[in-house]
């Protein structure tokens, strides 16, 4: 089905459209042949913009969803196993414009805007696969956790930091921790631009959360869809219930419960799921 993304959509509708997706092979989204386009990265996220929620693929800047300033991210990931997943790759934000965003604080950057408006659509990648069969496993409204934004304020303030001093140049992904400045462009040498405070020219790059972020990340939100179903008696009240199987772990290492859950996940009784 392809729907029509219109101003008259709420907010909330376009996370429940979404949801709609999971499941879904994107083979059974393209309508228009993207995945046979060659050499275009950003296919899938154009295929699932246009063939699914109506909105014409297009390179200019800006929010996908423009009338609720929400942007559409496509991105993969890999299962390690059948309980740990990884980021495929990180996860681009936008560029850094060297001329500007050395006057803006964090908290009307971009990167902080995007912590509260990015709808993450997540597929599973399976080398040997044909891209049709990838299917997409969760759709989500990212939301930057609390524990985390002090040290994406400060990778930012350190990119930041470096254009400010006439550095720009010297600015490398391997400096931050979350938030990383990636190179872009074709390479060759073709992709240098000005910087405000010194001469030399300096890589173009973009604001993106690392590999290793992502891949915290995605495995906290999976990690929601493969947990213990909790069973509390009738007879027992709920907190009653829940201490009742919380103290089986008490005392335990965090390696026995580790090996206690996998067992139960392997299990076959209707108590568990995944």
Same mark, same amino acid.
């Given at each position: 089905?392809?729907?029509?993304?219109?101003?008259?959509?709420?907010?909330?509708?376009?996370?429940?459209?979404?949801?709609?997706?999971?499941?879904?092979?994107?083979?059974?989204?393209?309508?228009?042949?993207?995945?046979?386009?060659?050499?275009?990265?950003?296919?899938? $996220?154009?295929?699932?913009?246009?063939?699914?929620?109506?909105?014409?693929?297009?390179?200019?800047? $800006?929010?996908?969803?423009? &009338? &609720?300033?929400? =942007?559409? /991210?496509?991105?993969?990931?890999?299962?390690?196993?059948?309980?740990?997943?990884?980021?495929? =790759?990180?996860?681009?934000?936008?560029?850094?414009?060297?001329?500007?965003?050395?006057?803006?604080?964090?908290?009307?950057?971009?990167?902080?805007?995007?912590?509260?408006?990015?709808?993450?659509?997540?597929?599973? *990648?399976?080398?040997?696969?044909?891209?049709?069969?990838?299917?997409?496993?969760?759709?989500?409204?990212?939301?930057?956790?609390?524990?985390?934004?002090? @040290?994406?304020?400060?990778?930012?303030?350190?990119?930041?930091?470096?254009?400010?001093?006439?550095?720009? &140049?010297?600015?490398?992904? /391997?400096?931050?921790?979350?938030?990383?400045?990636?190179?872009?462009? @074709?390479?060759? $040498?073709?992709?240098?631009?000005?910087?405000?405070?010194?001469?030399?020219?300096?890589?173009?790059?973009?604001?993106?959360?690392?590999?290793?972020?992502?891949?915290?990340?995605?495995?906290?939100?999976?990690?929601? @869809?493969?947990? =213990? *179903?909790?069973?509390?008696? /009738?007879?027992?009240?709920?907190?009653? $219930?829940?201490?009742?199987?919380?103290?089986?772990?008490?005392?335990?290492?965090?390696?026995?419960?580790?090996?206690?859950?996998?067992?139960? @996940?392997?299990?076959?009784?209707?108590?568990?799921?995944?």
């Amino acid at each position: 089905m392809t729907y029509n993304y219109t101003e008259e959509w709420s907010r909330e509708k376009i996370f429940e459209v979404a949801d709609e997706l999971v499941g879904k092979t994107l083979g059974e989204i393209d309508k228009s042949g993207w995945l046979e386009k060659k050499a275009n990265k950003g296919k899938i $996220g154009n295929m699932i913009q246009s063939d699914f929620f109506g909105i014409p693929a297009n390179s200019i800047s $800006g929010p996908d969803f423009i &009338h &609720h300033g929400i =942007e559409l /991210k496509v991105t993969p990931v890999l299962e390690k196993s059948m309980r740990d997943y990884t980021s495929k =790759e990180r996860l681009v934000l936008s560029m850094i414009n060297y001329e500007n965003d050395y006057k803006i604080p964090f908290e009307e950057s971009v990167v902080n805007k995007k912590a509260k408006d990015m709808l993450l659509i997540f597929y599973l *990648h399976k080398e040997n696969m044909p891209v049709k069969d990838f299917r997409i496993i969760k759709t989500t409204l990212f939301e930057l956790p609390l524990d985390d934004e002090l @040290q994406v304020r400060q990778d930012y303030e350190a990119i930041i930091g470096k254009i400010r001093e006439g550095k720009a &140049h010297e600015i490398s992904e /391997k400096q931050q921790v979350f938030l990383g400045a990636c190179t872009k462009g @074709q390479g060759k $040498g073709k992709d240098f631009v000005k910087q405000p405070f010194s001469p030399e020219l300096a890589k173009k790059r973009a604001y993106s959360y690392k590999v290793g972020y992502m891949s915290a990340y995605v495995r906290g939100l999976l990690r929601l @869809q493969k947990t =213990e *179903h909790i069973n509390v008696p /009738k007879e027992k009240s709920f907190v009653e $219930g829940i201490k009742e199987i919380l103290d089986t772990y008490n005392e335990r290492t965090a390696s026995e419960i580790n090996n206690m859950l996998s067992d139960k @996940q392997s299990s076959n009784s209707k108590k568990f799921f995944i």
